[in-house]
């Protein structure tokens, strides 16, 4: 899909649609446990349910430059793209380092400052508050686990299909060989045992690849590719193809929108 226009100089040509706010969840990885471990770049961090589940996070690769699993994903994105749930930013940051048009987003002040010191462009902001050229990205990605954002799959792949333009990729990591469905009140702890030093509690989702097929095919998007990397697996979908006005985002489009919002290239992009 070609990426032209800017979203600042030319005029929207249909009301922007309104976000679906219902599953919008708290905003948890701004607590202290995970903004520390994105400022040191180290475990351990984990999402311990009251029961005592824990899901230890690779903050460690999170914090270091992209992978070739990573890589790999990368190599399939079309046109601008948005990364939701962006995290320190290194997905972000490789693809401009790569001259590629892409903003990420993520609901935690650190990530995103972390993000911009790599080079990226971020928001401060929640996958379910307006942003920029909704209906016009290119491609979208959750990885991370971030499908598990505000523990509602089938809301949060229902705002996806709004972000992305007709016929836009979405390339979502799941978890590896196992086909899970679960909804989870999980907090970020960064010790097992200490359950004094925990974040607030919020909802959470996993979902295998056979189980985030499911959940596609019931909102309307289709498979587009499945692969394996590096451990982890990934899968492709489609946004369902509509007639549409709108124009796509181009790099200037979104860079130059975040900008006029940012004048001081030291601070991250903020929610105002």
Known sequence: MPVRGALRSRPERSRPRTPDTSASPPTPWSADPYSDALRTGQ??????????????????????????????????????????????????????????????????????????????????????????????????????GNVGIGGDPAALLRRMSQLLAPGGLLIVEAVPDMDVDERVHVHVVRVANDHGAAGPAFPWARLGAPALLRHAARAGWRPDAQWEAGGRSFVALRNRSTSSTAEPPNSAAVISSQRDRNLSPDRPVADR
């Open 43 to 144: 475990g351990p961090l984990y999402l311990r349910r009251p029961d005592g589940w824990l899901l230890p996070l690779d903050v460690e690769r999170w914090c270091a430059r992209a992978d070739a699993a990573d890589l790999e994903a990368l190599r399939r994105c079309e046109g601008a793209v948005l990364d939701v749930g962006c995290g320190p930013g290194r997905l972000v940051a490789e693809l401009a380092a790569l001259g590629r048009p892409a903003l990420g987003i993520d609901v935690s002040e650190a990530a995103v400052a972390h993000t911009v010191r790599l080079g990226g462009q971020a928001l401060h902001r929640s996958v379910f508050e307006p942003l920029p050229g909704e209906g016009r990205w290119d491609t979208a990605l959750l990885v991370d």
